[in-house]
């Protein structure tokens, strides 16, 4: 739930990305955080094990500037990726504004590409939202491995309803703001319509 | 957030702040966004804490409910200097405090225990007046619902 302060005229929107273990989730908050200016970002903060995989979440204040005299802050944050961890995906969906799913491109990572969208659609239910209606944005990421599916291939399993849908390489940045970009105008966009 | 009561949430975390003797009173909602503080901020990242302590809630939450519990109503972390006490008001938001050996665990939850059912008091009257609002669709005018996509742009034009 987006939070308007009146008071303090700021709005913070909540943005989660989504997707299967290992398929850079991390990596794009890692880009965003590195690239902008540092009076707009707070810190990144990673709760990850020893092995650098996320335990809990990643968590990233970004300040995008004004609308309307109001004050526009986005909190990214990653769940964690790991089939097992789904009880803490869950609880980080809680007050979502708008999902960004991070898919793997490489061919057999699609299975669990898949299997975690069916996760997302499960656990918004289950805290009363529908994927459907919420703004939502898609990523295949590592476009550049060999062993990538071609992306037709991959938006004709995983496109879930002509959400905004990029290419990308988490780890170069191609693709990363773009990605934020869509899913934040859809949020803003949202906001809107209320 | 209405303007009035606002500021009796700052007033009411402001005595809380002095009363217990703590270093910093902070209040959070479950999503880990920021509502309002009192007390020292230097050094502290209160983005980064609010939404911690919000991660931390839900977590414990989660703990809750597979044992049975509705909820656990207070967290307390003990540190070598620092202490942090966290608690729920009203079952939506989380009042923080965090002192040193200048004030101890008694204190803090005493009168922690009174600021709660001000804030709660509070959050009533806010309750009320937003849906008051809600009923009375049209007299309330949203400052978005005249954003234009321009607007929008001009947020990611660097």
Known sequence: ????????REINCKIVYYGPGLCGKTTNLQWIYDKTNPQAKGKLISLATETDRTLFFDFLPLDLGTVRGFKTRFHLYTVPGQVFYDASRKLILKGVDGVVFVADSQEARMEANIESLQNLEKNLKEQGYELKAVPYALQFNKRDLP????????YRQLNFKGEPTFEAVAMNGTGVFDTLKAVAKLVLTELKKK | MYEEEYQQIKDTLQRLQVDSNSKIVFLVDKNGQQIACHGDMRGVDATSLASLTAGNVAATDGLAKLIGEKEFSILFHEG???????????????????FDDRSSLGLVRLRVKKASQELERTFEV???????????????????????DEDIDSLFSE
């Open chain 1, 1 to 8: 739930m987006t939070f308007i302060n009146y008071a303090a």
């Open chain 1, 147 to 154: 062993t990538a599916l071609a992306p037709d291939d991959m």
């Open chain 2, 80 to 98: 070598e200097r620092d202490n942090i006490h966290i608690s729920l008001v009203a079952q939506r938001v989380i009042l923080v405090v965090i």
């Open chain 2, 126 to 148: 806010l309750l009320k007046k937003s849906e008051a609002e809600r009923g009375s669709l049209g007299r309330f005018d949203s400052p978005f619902a005249e954003i234009t």
